[in-house]
Nanobody, 116 residues
Framework: QVQLVESGGGLVQPGGSLRLSCAAS????????MGWYRQAPGKQRELVAA???????NYLDSVKGRFTISREKAKNTVYLQMTSLKPEDTAVYYC??????????WGQGTQVTVSS
């Protein structure tokens, strides 16, 4: 079973940037697509961005043009570069495969707080 460890979150002012990292304990490249999800307080977890094994990407409409997902095979790592952050981006961010398999495990996530 692949273990996922997210990092890179923090407190940032509106308009700021952060780069999230997701390190996998095993090879994630046997999985077709990986994604970043987020869960804000009182809301359901949602898929923010996804990247396929060949590098095709998809984004939630509200983050298009601001977020960029990428993957580095040699490091078994998936990244999320976030720019022009808004208060509504505040959430705990997780990485996992896409689509998520119900009952599958999640990492601890990384908190992103956008506030002045």
């Amino acid at each position: 079973q692949v273990q996922l460890v997210e990092s890179g979150g923090g407190l940032v002012q509106p308009g700021g940037s952060l780069r999230l990292s997701c390190a996998a304990s095993g090879s994630i490249f046997s999985i077709l697509t990986m994604g970043w999800y987020r869960q804000a307080p009182g809301k359901q977890r949602e898929l923010v961005a996804a990247i396929s094994i060949i590098g095709s990407t998809n984004y939630l409409d509200s983050v298009k043009g601001r977020f960029t997902i990428s993957r580095e095979k040699a490091k078994n790592t998936v990244y999320l570069q976030m720019t022009s952050l808004k208060p509504e981006d505040t959430a705990v961010y997780y990485c996992n495969k896409v689509p998520y398999t119900p009952g599958g495990s999640w990492g601890q996530g990384t908190q992103v707080t956008v506030s002045s």
